[in-house]
Nanobody, 130 residues
């Protein structure tokens, strides 16, 4: 069973950067779509960015396009989220999630916006504040 552990969260000033890491164990990420999600207090969990294992296609929420970059290193069984130009509204608990992916059955967009992932990490807090 896929297990995921996030790290890299913390307190950063507006305009700053953070890189989140998600290390997988129990299974290889080679055939798993992986995504980053976030949940702010009083709000629903939302898809931030996801990446397909089939063709490395990606999805980004409109609110993070041009600022966040998702990448994967299958050799290290790790997925990253590079976050730049951080804003106070990016403050949330960030979760990594994975799902075994049947090639071309669903788009990565659909998987991300519907939170269609079965394995979740415990989350890492990101706080953007001066």
């Amino acid at each position: 069973q896929l297990q995921l552990v996030e790290s890299g969260g913390g307190l950063v000033q507006p305009g700053g950067s953070l890189r989140l890491s998600c290390v997988a164990s129990g299974s290889t990420l080679d055939y798993h779509a992986v995504g980053w999600f976030r949940q702010a207090p009083g709000k629903e969990r939302e898809g931030v960015s996801c990446i397909s294992s089939t063709d490395d296609s990606t999805y980004y929420a409109d609110s993070v396009k041009g600022r966040f970059t998702i990448s994967r290193d299958n050799a290290k069984n790790t997925v990253y989220l590079e976050m730049n130009s951080l804003k106070p509204e990016d403050t949330a608990v960030y979760y990594c999630a994975g799902e075994w992916e049947e090639p071309y059955k669903y788009t990565i967009h659909a998987m991300c916006v519907t939170l269609g992932f079965g394995s979740w990490g415990q989350g890492t807090q990101v706080t953007v504040s001066s």
